[in-house]
C-alpha cells in the first residue's frame, strides 16, 4: 500500500511537470498570458505598456519581460528597460489570497518633468505600490533597478543622472519587530550632466532607508562622495524621528558645510569656497563666461531657521573673506542682521576692501515685488593705492584719497530695469585739488546706459550686451566742444569716432605733456566690435599735425591698424606708420600683452627708421636712418636697442666742448618721460662726414659710438670714439690746420672723455704746433714752434701775429687759460684776450698792432709795435712810444728761404746794424 501510495504521488508530481512544461510551451497560453499581465499592469499602473517579449516560467514562478516600454496616462514622464523579472510566490496566492511581486528591472532608461517641487516620475511609482484588483490584493514586496539612466527637464533645463549600481527596496519581517521597509541605494559609478555638460563625476557609495509600519518617518543614513570641479567631495548625513543632519566636506575641509533639522529649527553652519558656488551658478544659468576660474575666497554662513505663523523665517550671518576675481580683491564682505521671510530680505552690509576702505550700507530685497536696493558709503578716508593691486598704478595715484562720506553707491533693481548712481570726489593731498564725478546708470534690455559729470564736463555713453558684448556710443563735452566721441550706426557694431589731442595730452604724465604738441590735430577711430573676444580697428592723424620740440620735425601722418584680442588682453599693430615732414618711422609687426591691471607685461615693437630729420638746441642738424627695437618681457625693464646711421649733418658747436660730449647723455632724455625703468643699448654711426663749424672750428668728424643705460644709473655708458678729418682752428687772422683729432669715450670715466688733437701751420716763419692731451676736465694743452719760441711768444704769434709782444707776467696765463675756454669751450664763449686783439686790428688786413703792458721807461704813454707784411718775404716792426717822439725803432726782416733771413735793425740809440740767421736742420 505504502509503495502503491508513493507511486501514486510519484506519477501525479511527474505528471503534473509534464503538464506544466507542455503548457509553458505552448505559445497560445504564453500570448494569454502577456496580454493578461500588460492589460493588468497598464490597469493598475495607469499607464500605456509595451512589452516585446514576455516569457513565463512556471517552475520558478518568475515572468521575464524584455525591451519594455511604459507611460503613463497624465503624467509627464516614461520609462523602459532592457529587461524584467518578475517573481510570484504561488504561496502567497493559495494562502493569503495576495500576489506579492518581487521586481528587478535591468537597464532601465526613464523620463521626467519638476516643476514646482513634484517630481512626475515619484507619483507614477506611488501608482505602481498601491497595485489592487477586485479579487486580488497586488503588492510589491522588492522592487530593485540595476543601472539607471535618468533625463529629468527643470525651467528648460536638462538634467541627466547615469549611474551604474542599485536601487533596491523590500519589504522585511523580523521575528520580534513588525514588518518594515528596507531600502538601500549603491552607487558604483555615477556622472551627472546638465544640459549635456558634466558637473558631477565618479558619483560613489551606499544610501539606506526604512521605515517601520507604525512610523509614519523614514529612518535613513547617507554615506557618498563625488568628484566636482576635480575635488572629491564627501556626502555624509542621517535622518530620524529627532532630526536631520547632512554634512559635506572635501579633502582638505575648505568646503565644510553642516546643515541639521530639529523639530521646526533648521540651521546651517560652515564655509564654502567661491570658485565652487560659482561654477554651481554657471552651469545652472548656463553662462558662457568662466568666472569660476578666476574667482578665489571663502563664504563663511550661519543661518538658524524656524517656522512662524506658517511660513519659513530666516535670521543669520554670511562673511566672505579674502574674495578676489583677478586683480580685484576684496578683503571682507559680511551681511550682518540677515532676515529672509516670505516677503523680502533685509540685511546691513560692510565691505572691507583691503582693511581701511570700508564701505558700510544696507540690502533690501523685496521678493512678492521683485524689487532690490543696495546703498554703500565709506566711512573713513580711502588711499586711492589701496584701490589697486598694481604697483605701476600706485606711483600715479599715491597723492590721492577719498574723504570720508565721498564715495556713495546705490543700485537699484525692479523687475528687469537695475538703475544706481555713482558719486565720488577724490582729492590730492598736498594741493587740495579735488576732482568730483557724479554718475547714474540704467541697465534694461541687456544695455547699459551710464551719463554724469566731473570738474572738467559731461560724459555719456551706453554698452549693448547683445548679441555681445559692445560700445554703442561713448563721448566727453568740454566747454560745450567735444573732446572724444564714439558712436555705432543703427543696428552695426562698427564704432567710429575721434579724440581731440589736447585732451588725450592732458591724461599724460607732467613730464609726457612736454614731450608732444597739437593744439589742432585729432586721433580718428574706426574698430570693428563684430567680434568681442578679437576686435580690429585703425587710427589715423587728422585736423593737424603733432610737434615735438626736442626734434622740431612735425608729425604729419599716423597710421595704426590693430587687433585687440580681448581674451588674452593682447594688442597686435601690422604696417604701423609715423610720417613726418623730414623722414619717417615705421614697424611692420608690434606686439603688446597686457596684465589684468592693464599695464604692459610683454612688448615687442620693431623699428625702421628712414631718413629721419633730427637737432639738438639749434645746434645739431641731420638725417639719420636705421633700425630699433622696443622691447619688454614679464619681470623685465622696458629695453631699447638700436643701430643708428647719421647721414649729412652739421654741428654748429665745438665737438670738444661739454655740451656736445655730455649732450650725447641728453639725446636720448626721451627716456625720463616715462614712469617705468627704461633700459637702453643704441650704436651710432655716421656714414657721410659731420660738418663741424663754429668761430673757432671749422672740421669734419665722423661718429661711432655706442651707448648703454641702465635704469637705476644716473648716466649713460659711453664707449667709441669721435674722429676729426681736415680742417683748421681760427686763431683771428691765423689758422691752425687739423692733422689729427679724436674724442674717445671709455666705460670707466663717463663725464670725461679722452682727447687727442693735433693741429699745425706756419706762421710768419715760424712752424707753430699746437696738441691738446688728456681728458676734457683735465685737458694739457701744449704750444710749440719751430725755430723755437717761448710760450709767450707762440701766444703772441697766434693771437697777435707778433712773437715780439712784451706781455705783463700774469698775460700769459690768462692767455692760456682763454686758449682752454678757445679749444674745449662751447660756440657762445669768445675768449677775452682774442676779442680785445680782434678790436685792434680788426681794421687793417696787413698791419698788426702789438701793445706793450710794461712801461720799462716809466715815461708813460702807449708803447707798442706795428706789424707790416708787405708779402710772404718781407716783414717789418716798428717799435714806438706813441707820446714821444725820440721813442722809436724798426727791424726790417726778409726771408730768403725757411732756414735762411736776413735783418736791418735801427735801435732805440740811433744805432743801425744787420744780422744774417741761418738755421740747421741736424
Given at each position: 500500500m505504502r509503495k502503491i501510495i508513493i507511486r501514486f504521488l510519484t506519477s501525479l508530481f511527474l505528471g503534473s511537470l509534464l503538464a506544466l512544461f507542455i503548457v509553458q510551451k505552448n505559445e497560445h497560453i504564453q500570448n494569454l498570458c502577456k496580454e493578461k499581465i500588460i492589460s493588468l499592469l497598464e490597469k493598475e499602473w495607469h499607464a500605456n505598456v509595451h512589452i516585446k517579449h514576455c516569457y513565463f516560467n512556471f517552475f520558478t514562478q518568475t515572468i521575464t519581460l524584455e525591451n519594455g516600454a511604459i507611460n503613463p496616462k497624465n503624467k509627464p514622464c516614461a520609462w523602459s528597460f532592457k529587461q524584467g523579472k518578475i517573481y510570484i510566490p504561488l504561496l502567497s496566492i493559495l494562502l493569503k489570497n495576495k500576489i506579492q511581486l518581487h521586481i528587478n528591472f535591468y537597464n532601465v532608461a526613464a523620463e521626467t518633468t519638476i516643476k514646482n517641487k513634484n517630481i512626475a516620475i515619484v507619483n507614477h511609482l506611488i501608482d505602481i505600490f498601491d497595485t489592487n484588483t477586485d479579487d486580488f490584493e497586488i503588492k510589491p514586496h522588492l522592487i530593485g533597478i540595476h543601472n539607471l539612466h535618468l533625463d529629468a527637464t527643470i525651467d528648460q533645463k536638462k538634467l541627466s543622472l547615469y549611474i551604474q549600481g542599485l536601487f533596491e527596496i523590500k519589504k522585511t519581517k523580523m521575528l520580534r519587530n513588525p514588518s518594515f521597509w528596507h531600502g538601500e541605494l549603491t552607487f558604483h559609478k555615477g556622472n551627472?550632466?546638465?544640459?549635456?555638460?558634466?558637473?558631477?563625476?565618479?558619483?560613489?557609495?551606499?544610501?539606506?532607508?526604512?521605515?517601520?509600519?507604525?512610523?509614519?518617518?523614514?529612518?535613513?543614513?547617507?554615506?557618498?562622495?563625488?568628484?566636482?570641479?576635480?575635488?572629491?567631495?564627501?556626502?555624509?548625513?542621517?535622518?530620524?524621528?529627532?532630526?536631520?543632519?547632512?554634512?559635506?566636506?572635501?579633502?582638505?575641509?575648505?568646503?565644510?558645510?553642516?546643515?541639521?533639522?530639529?523639530?521646526?529649527?533648521?540651521?546651517?553652519?560652515?564655509?564654502?569656497?567661491?570658485?565652487?558656488?560659482?561654477?554651481?551658478?554657471?552651469?545652472?544659468?548656463?553662462?558662457?563666461?568662466?568666472?569660476?576660474?578666476?574667482?578665489?575666497?571663502?563664504?563663511?554662513?550661519?543661518?538658524?531657521?524656524?517656522?512662524?505663523?506658517?511660513?519659513?523665517?530666516?535670521?543669520?550671518?554670511?562673511?566672505?573673506?579674502?574674495?578676489?576675481?583677478?586683480?580685484?580683491?576684496?578683503?571682507?564682505?559680511?551681511?550682518?542682521?540677515?532676515?529672509?521671510t516670505p516677503e523680502k530680505i533685509t540685511s546691513s552690509v560692510m565691505v572691507n576692501y583691503k582693511n581701511n576702505a570700508l564701505l558700510n550700507g544696507s540690502l533690501v530685497w523685496s521678493q512678492q515685488q521683485g524689487e532690490a536696493k543696495l546703498s554703500l558709503k565709506n566711512m573713513q578716508d580711502v588711499n586711492m593705492t589701496q584701490l589697486f593691486s598694481d604697483k605701476d598704478i600706485h606711483q600715479r595715484v599715491e597723492d590721492w584719497l577719498i574723504p570720508a562720506d565721498h564715495l556713495l553707491f546705490t543700485l537699484n533693481h525692479q523687475q528687469k530695469l537695475v538703475t544706481g548712481s555713482f558719486d565720488v570726489t577724490c582729492v590730492q593731498k598736498a594741493s587740495d585739488e579735488f576732482i568730483p564725478i557724479k554718475s547714474s546708470f540704467s541697465y534694461e534690455d541687456n544695455k547699459l546706459y551710464v551719463q554724469g559729470k566731473t570738474k572738467q564736463g559731461t560724459f555719456k555713453g551706453n554698452l549693448a550686451f547683445t548679441p555681445h558684448l559692445h560700445m554703442e556710443h561713448l563721448s566727453f563735452v568740454e566747454n560745450k566742444r567735444k573732446q572724444f566721441s564714439f558712436s555705432t550706426k543703427p543696428n552695426t557694431t562698427l564704432l567710429n569716432g575721434f579724440i581731440h589731442f589736447p585732451f588725450l595730452e592732458s591724461l599724460f604724465s607732467n613730464k609726457m605733456k612736454r614731450t608732444i604738441l597739437g593744439s589742432k590735430a585729432k586721433l580718428l577711430f574706426e574698430i570693428d566690435q563684430s567680434s568681442f573676444e578679437t576686435m580690429t580697428g585703425h587710427i589715423k592723424l587728422q585736423g593737424g599735425q603733432l610737434y615735438i620740440p626736442e626734434t622740431r620735425n612735425l608729425i604729419q601722418k599716423i597710421s595704426l591698424p590693430f587687433t585687440i584680442d580681448t581674451k588674452n588682453r593682447k594688442i597686435d599693430i601690422e604696417n604701423f606708420h609715423l610720417g613726418c615732414s623730414k623722414g619717417s618711422i615705421k614697424s611692420p609687426k608690434i606686439t603688446c600683452t597686457l596684465s589684468p591691471a592693464l599695464t604692459i607685461t610683454q612688448l615687442h615693437v620693431p623699428l625702421e627708421i628712414n631718413n629721419l630729420f633730427i637737432n639738438w638746441k639749434k645746434d645739431f642738424y641731420g638725417f639719420m636712418y636705421g633700425t630699433a627695437v622696443i622691447q619688454k618681457s614679464p619681470k623685465k625693464h622696458f629695453n631699447l636697442q638700436g643701430n643708428l646711421v647719421l647721414k649729412k649733418s652739421l654741428l654748429k658747436n665745438n665737438v670738444f666742448s661739454e655740451d656736445v660730449t655730455g649732450g650725447l647723455y641728453s639725446t636720448f632724455s626721451f627716456l625720463n618721460y616715462f614712469d617705468r625703468p627704461f633700459d637702453m643699448g643704441v650704436i651710432i654711426k655716421s656714414e657721410e662726414p659731420l660738418l663741424i663749424k663754429t668761430t673757432s672750428l671749422d672740421t669734419q668728424a665722423h661718429f661711432d659710438i655706442a651707448m648703454n643705460f641702465v635704469h637705476n644709473d644716473e648716466i649713460p655708458k659711453i664707449h667709441g670714439a669721435i674722429s676729426l678729418h681736415d680742417g683748421f682752428l681760427q686763431f683771428l687772422n691765423n689758422k691752425l690746420y687739423i692733422e689729427y683729432g679724436k674724442v674717445q669715450f671709455m666705460t670707466s670715466q663717463m663725464n670725461d672723455p679722452l682727447i687727442n688733437l693735433v693741429a699745425k701751420n706756419k706762421i710768419k716763419k715760424y712752424w707753430v704746433t699746437l696738441q691738446v692731451t688728456g681728458s676734457l676736465q683735465k685737458p694739457t694743452v701744449l704750444l710749440e714752434s719751430y725755430p723755437a719760441l717761448r710760450e709767450e711768444q707762440i701766444l703772441s704769434l697766434l693771437l697777435a701775429g707778433s712773437e715780439n709782444a712784451s706781455l705783463q707776467a700774469d698775460f700769459p696765463a690768462m692767455l692760456m687759460q682763454n686758449l682752454h675756454t678757445m679749444l674745449l669751450g662751447n660756440k657762445k664763449i669768445i675768449p677775452k684776450a682774442t676779442a680785445f686783439f680782434d678790436k685792434l686790428t680788426r681794421s687793417l688786413k696787413y698791419v698788426q698792432i702789438t701793445p706793450n703792458f710794461t712801461d720799462q721807461s716809466g715815461r708813460g704813454g702807449i708803447k707798442g709795435i706795428v706789424s707790416i707784411d708787405l708779402n710772404d718775404q718781407l716783414h717789418a716792426q716798428i717799435q714806438k712810444n706813441f707820446n714821444m717822439q725820440e721813442d722809436f725803432a724798426f727791424q726790417i726782416e726778409y726771408l730768403l728761404s725757411d732756414d735762411i733771413n736776413i735783418k736791418i735793425i735801427k735801435d732805440q740809440r740811433e744805432e743801425l746794424g744787420s744780422e744774417v740767421e741761418v738755421r740747421f736742420k741736424l
Open positions: 551627472i550632466f546638465l544640459n549635456e555638460k558634466l558637473i558631477v563625476s565618479n558619483l560613489y557609495g551606499t544610501n539606506t532607508f526604512s521605515k517601520k509600519k507604525e512610523d509614519n518617518e523614514w529612518l535613513s543614513t547617507i554615506k557618498n562622495s563625488l568628484t566636482y570641479k576635480g575635488q572629491k567631495i564627501f556626502v555624509n548625513g542621517t535622518h530620524d524621528t529627532s532630526g536631520s543632519m547632512l554634512h559635506i566636506t572635501n579633502k582638505k575641509r575648505s568646503l565644510n558645510v553642516t546643515c541639521s533639522q530639529k523639530n521646526s529649527i533648521y540651521e546651517a553652519t560652515g564655509s564654502i569656497p567661491l570658485n565652487l558656488l560659482s561654477a554651481l551658478y554657471e552651469y545652472i544659468a548656463q553662462s558662457s563666461t568662466r568666472y569660476s576660474n578666476d574667482i578665489r575666497g571663502t563664504g563663511d554662513i550661519q543661518f538658524i531657521s524656524h517656522i512662524k505663523n506658517g511660513f519659513l523665517e530666516t535670521n543669520g550671518i554670511v562673511i566672505i573673506n579674502n574674495a578676489s576675481y583677478k586683480n580685484i580683491a576684496i578683503k571682507q564682505v559680511m551681511l550682518r542682521n540677515l532676515k529672509i
